[in-house]
């Protein structure tokens, strides 16, 4: 992709992954609008690429994915500043947090890592829509692999099992990178939704557990955001595809095509998940 002139939108952009993906794509001359729940924590991720890149073209975005309210309003602002939008990187989430609801009452990995990107895409698809070769990247994990989604337990209905959901929101991103991108190719669309884990990255991820097991070897975040930014920019590769790290069980490595799990290639389980989605958030896209 010829990267200049290219806006990008990353979400959890202050830190971690998204970070490293800011930094690499504003060093590309893309413009980059670095969106977090926290301004001045955002403001602190743009001072700190602006130190090592003062040419950079960066813009603060600020929603809070725990509200469908705040992504509808970042959405509407958005649409409102910008003409185009050529990436859009589903990056942002939480892990194995205390069990806690988001405003529209989804346990929050779900509605975090899954509900709010699905909303967030959906309102900014006629944007997509309107640039020419637009791409979608959603942020899954090697922990979709084993999950399952439990359509009667998206609300902390049954007692919380914090690794089960987290892999559940997980192979939700990745069914939903797979099944958005089936009904771009059914819409005759240009536009790409590819899907993307970073294997096992050295990031704030961990924020919730008591201690990391000893011996758990982690990438440096820049080498782990690798795979997303192959998916966001490359010109070998296709929508529907899933890349991740390529070393031995896609922990660490270089960026290759990633192991796709059976649940998440159930066409059947993403077009029930899809209209699940639709009816929560009151979006139907593509359109
Ligand atoms: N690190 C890994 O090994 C790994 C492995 C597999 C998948 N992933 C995925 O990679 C993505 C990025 O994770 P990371 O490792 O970079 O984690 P991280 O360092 O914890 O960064 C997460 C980002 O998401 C933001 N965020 C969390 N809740 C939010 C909310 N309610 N509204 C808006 N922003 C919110 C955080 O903002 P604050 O700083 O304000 O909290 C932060 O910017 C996630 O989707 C994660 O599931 C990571």
Redesign the pocket.
């Known amino acids: 992709m010829n990267t200049d002139h290219i806006t990008a939108l990353i979400?959890?952009?202050?830190?971690?992954?998204?970070?490293e993906m800011a930094k690499a794509l504003a060093d590309q001359n893309v413009h980059v609008v670095l969106?977090?729940?926290?301004r001045e924590?955002v403001e602190g991720a743009i001072e700190r690429i602006k130190r090592t890149s003062p040419d950079a073209s960066l813009e603060v975005g600020v929603?809070?994915?725990?509200?469908l309210a705040?992504v509808d309003a970042f959405a509407q602002n958005f649409v409102a500043q910008h003409k185009e939008l050529h990436i859009l990187i589903?990056?942002?989430?939480?892990?194995v947090p205390p069990p806690s609801l988001?405003k529209e009452q989804f346990e929050?990995q779900f509605g975090?890592?899954f509900v709010?990107h699905f909303a967030l895409t959906g309102h900014l698809f006629p944007l997509l829509n309107a640039t020419q070769g637009a791409r979608v990247v959603t942020?899954?994990?090697?922990?979709h692999r084993g999950a399952s989604i439990d359509f009667d337990n998206l609300g902390l209905e049954k007692p919380y099992d914090p690794w089960r959901e987290?892999g559940q929101?997980?192979l939700a991103?990745l069914m939903f990178a797979l099944e958005f991108d089936r009904r771009l190719r059914a819409h005759g669309s240009d536009m790409l939704s590819l899907g993307a884990?970073?294997?096992?990255?050295?990031?704030?991820?961990?924020?919730n557990l008591n201690d990391i097991p000893p011996g758990i070897e982690?990438?440096a975040?820049a080498q782990?955001a690798a795979p997303a930014l192959v998916a966001a920019t490359s010109f070998d590769v296709e929508g529907g595809q899933y890349w991740g790290p390529d070393g031995p069980e896609e922990r660490s490595g270089e960026p290759g095509l990633a192991v796709i799990d059976p649940a998440a290639r159930d066409e059947q389980q993403a077009a029930k998940l899809w209209d699940w989605a639709q009816e929560a958030t009151g979006l139907r896209f593509p359109v």
């Open positions: 979400t959890g952009a202050n830190t971690g992954l998204g970070f969106a977090g729940r926290n924590k929603l809070d994915l725990t509200s705040s589903n990056n942002a989430g939480v892990m988001t929050i975090v890592n709010a942020m899954s994990s090697i922990a987290y929101s997980k991103d884990h970073p294997g096992v990255s050295r990031t704030e991820l961990t924020r982690m990438m975040p782990g």
